[in-house]
């Protein structure tokens, strides 16, 4: 039996409650929350639950084998550090931390204390990317020439963040996850919309080694609610509609090849192959349900989860990089020495 | 009545000949191209069509008042300079030349001799992109904080252009006409797929004086075709789909506000006022018959176009801005100088 | 204080209890089902709860002021029947009941006992399903010409009823609360996959007093899941797709006129009026929110459902009548004396 | 060398010549319309076609060596006669006939003149329908449970005909062409919006020996364009989407089968197969070319048409039968006799 502290009730907090309630041999000891009605709702909800304001009487708390930091992420660091370092495994929310150097502190508290330390970047567990990955392990794809998301929707302004640590936050984390190379290079240009906010728009570019690219648009002021992505193959293209109820991986059997006929007079045009589409079925578990049972496996067994504290970083970094090229009109920032690439 | 010669009968002529051939008062009279079963198709469709292969027995018929140049890109300066110095009336597909300086040459050329020099932007003239004007100038939308397009399919990679020039083309040019401010500042990167051709995927990024964004994704590699602007305004925001059959203008009655309420313990939100969609009905007269219906008009009562020279070198200055930008890991080149932003 | 008990907790049962739950001076006393690994369920989530085997301990049960039945349809009649002789106020899952006869009996017993019979016909209480009925109260439509509702998804097949009483109630539920009229004649058709079971597939068809027709396809055995009603009004139509995240009605300004002008030589054609369609916003309150907050409120202040017994009885007399018509080849079946149209 | 005459220039007859004069070997030589202004469409767009408004100028034409029918169809029967019995070989659009009779009539005709008399299913021609021919004549789907077939729009109500003969004669003729069996019984109901006109909205059912339905709704007065249809497998099932694009048809791999696990105590479920979704490529050849290019092989090579006289009288006596179902409120007839089913 573990048990499991959990630190912050408001949007994400509840669905992690819920779902490591739901897991066999886990019990949710505590909850902390400075808001008081939400601490009434855990109550009303989980009268077994013991409510707190404050997070260090979770990461205290004896009975506690494991923190979930599900506070706002500028206090990510803070509480997952505090909890560490009173033992606790801990399993923190996008993103890691607020700087790459507070998530490198993190990582080396972890494995000197030999304990887990996960992020849930939740969209890798989903059997959408899972599938994704798959393709692209098994060579399905051919080389990747692109990887181009569009996440936006209205609303969730956040004071503490711009929109790429909200949004893009997930694509590069699925990214991370799915792609055979890390990239080199990072720049950005973003709009700042109300004065003394962040940027709530923002376009995010990455360049790889071998000359693909990657391109995120995150969007707090669209109004339509968009999360699509199209992965270009040399053999195999994939689009990504995460908006769909079922059909939310498409594989387009579709690809380019250089036609080497006689030139026409006023344009050479790539051959291009067009097959079928086929759209794979897909499991229906709540990726959240893995990414606790994923947790709670690493822990009992001592295990490296799939999304380390590592992962956790080199998505910070890019973000840091790109916030530091938002700043510059989107001049390019090199990711050379900080991700290995 | 007006005689129009047609130089390019590849994948826009035939088109063009249809509609000017459909208008009262309008004969065409020449058709030139270098493919012999082009003009062999010409000559089944039209038998009473004159056909030539070069370019230039269309420029020096007398019988021709003005000339259509809807020949590839590479081409497009010295057809439309050479009919202008034979006196002749010019239309020249996007984008008006190769470079500004080529541009600037046809401007002068035509403002000397007082011959129409107009640019076919037919996005302009499509009921979905004037209606959108229309709200724009009524202010209906408040300010507008960006405007993203994204232009992709499979297929039809050109040796003489990168795709920036053939596809993002049309969306600086709905642009020029309908936002109420010029970029100064242009930036792009690129992906080159095929050794030898020019870039296949694009993302160009404007920089406007209010802070505003414009953005445009453009690509040849894509497994499925999207036509999708998102328009953001501070009171309204549009979505504009080219690609529905009917409700390709989606005005949302949806803005931002920032909340002056306390402060929330863990995020400060912007509150979003959200209301109903509203799909304008659109008439649909095809736009290329408009586009030749205009250019008549303009010849016939010495009009300056809507789409004029100006417009058309606006234009190649962003084109030629983002190219050298894609040449340079996407380094932001100004523009100020240039449109005089 | 209101105490509820609810019998059943299979698939919508779950749904029962967390939204009488989170009502204020509402408590959830005692919850029955015949399945042991419910009834754990229930203890998990909530250990307050009294959990027991048979109806009639929630029924007879002293503390509970009201009996929700969500049992399987065919055991309604009894649960409800016991419930109000019990004294318990009683909402019931569509349908009322299994056959009209039962349904007027449950009305008289609750007349007589001067207690709340409602049903939950959960659509009506949607945003969707309100603001269209505001839409025809406000004569927005003009006259009702046709009602077309399709319901179908793969799976779920229930071997008590057929797909009309699972799926097509939905619809007949909707069409009570919204047309101005009731239907005097339905036919239906259907299709039975499986030896032993009941029809799978079917086509009801209703007419009206003014010659409008009313159609419903429910289907369990179709690939996709489709919740899609069009409704024809002579100014204005309607299209009410449930399966869209926030579009879900849209009202087209498009209508008919005989045209006037000159007979054509080979048809005379109608003119059509198309103009904007526009999509409400709805409001997002989950409909079983409302459903269970008006059953309270019915039951404090002694008011008359919304969806009462009445109601109830008239979808499940054209349920009854439809079944009939099924076995019959799809010969109509008056409807006059039964609903009094 | 093939000359083809055409009667009727109105919706469908500028397509028809068209495709006619783009085949090789073929040439139109008159056409034959009521209204001059449709005549001097033709002769500003083809000044070499003799133009004619008397359609028996053409069926007495002795340059033209067959005759296809685009007049209304209240006139099918007397022009197609009328050339048969001048010894032309006929194409008639559909439906074939006004009556059953008329032609069953035209099929002797031909019969005993050893002509061609063909009829335009074009649907028959697509690519969409050709796959999903193949994909049934495979027994990739199994046992057929269900035809399921949506035709709306605005518009276009006719006064010669009910909505049955104009949309659905469309998919009765799909049905013919790729179902295994033949309906054995009809009923529609239908509902007149205007007087004087016939019916605007209509839904026909068919029953099959194997008690497989077919079913379909017509409809001129609805806000959208729909044109969808489910095809129901015991292995797998088809949606087939004409309004989209690209992905026209799609194929799950869905099923049911008893499950036969020990009962439930509320319900006995079916069990499901769900797997994945496949968009077979389909080549984009225009049907109408491929109608014209079959009637020319079958007149120069003496063939039988896949489309012949007996398919179009099939069509046309389902037809006259849901006519009759419709004036009687919807009362079964049987297609025994007259389809042999």
Same mark, same amino acid.
């Given at each position: ?23 066999? #041999? ?46 706002? =992420? ?5 509480? =997952? ?6 033992? &606790?495994?801990?399993?923190?929310? &996008? ?5 790459? +150097?507070?998530? !490198?502190?993190?990582?080396? $508290? !972890? ?20 599938? *994704? ?5 098994? #060579? %399905? ?26 949004l893009a936050a997930h694509d590069l984390a699925i990214m991370d996850h799915i792609l055979p190379r890390r990239p080199h290079t990072v720049s950005a240009v973003g709009f ?7 940027? #709530? *728009?923002? @376009?995010?570019?990455?360049?790889? +080694? ?11 002021? !669209? ?7 199209? *992965? ?5 293209? *994939?689009? @990504?509609?995460?908006? +769909?109820?079922? $059909? &939310?991986?498409?594989? @387009?059997?579709?690809?380019? =090849?250089?036609? $080497?006929?006689?030139?026409?007079? @006023?344009?050479?045009?790539? !051959? ?61 920032? %090199?990711?050379?020495? %900080?991700?290995?690439?």
């Amino acid at each position: 039996m573990i048990t499991v502290g959990v630190v912050g009730y408001g949007y994400w907090g509840p669905n992690l409650v819920r779902n490591f309630g739901d897991l066999a #041999d886990v019990r949710v000891g505590a909850v902390a929350d400075l808001e008081p009605a939400r601490l009434a709702t855990v109550q009303r909800r989980y009268p077994w639950i013991r409510t707190v304001a404050r997070y260090e009487e979770v990461a205290h708390d004896p009975a506690v084998d494991a923190v979930v930091v599900a506070s706002p =992420a500028s206090s990510h660091y803070e509480v =997952a550090l505090a909890s560490l370092q009173a033992g &606790k495994h801990v399993l923190v929310e &996008k993103p890691l931390a607020a700087t790459s +150097e507070q998530a !490198a502190r993190l990582i080396d $508290e !972890a494995t000197r204390r030999r304990l887990v330390l996960m992020v849930d970047h939740t969209f890798v567990y989903t059997s959408a990317v899972r599938r *994704i990955k798959e393709l692209i392990a098994s #060579d %399905s794809l051919g080389d990747i020439l692109y990887y181009d998301a569009v996440r936006t929707n209205l609303g969730l302004v956040r004071r503490d963040v711009n929109v790429l640590w909200d949004l893009a936050a997930h694509d590069l984390a699925i990214m991370d996850h799915i792609l055979p190379r890390r990239p080199h290079t990072v720049s950005a240009v973003g709009f700042v919309h109300l004065p003394g906010t962040h940027e #709530d *728009i923002a @376009y995010l570019t990455l360049l790889f +080694e071998n000359r693909a690219l990657g391109h995120i648009h995150a969007n707090w002021l !669209a109004p339509v609610k968009v999360r699509r992505t199209l *992965i270009g193959g040399s053999r195999r293209m *994939i689009v @990504y509609d995460d908006m +769909e109820v079922t $059909e &939310k991986v498409k594989v @387009y059997d579709r690809g380019t =090849a250089l036609d $080497e006929g006689p030139d026409d007079v @006023y344009e050479k045009l790539v !051959a291009f192959r067009t097959g079928d589409m086929l759209a794979p079925r897909l499991d229906v578990t709540e990726a959240l349900h893995l990414v606790a049972e994923h947790f709670v496996e690493c822990v009992t067994h001592g295990r490296r989860p799939l999304t380390d504290g590592e992962v956790g970083l080199r998505v910070v970094t890019i973000l840091e990089a790109a916030t530091q090229s938002m700043a510059d009109q989107g001049r390019p920032v %090199s990711l050379k020495v %900080s991700l290995g690439a």
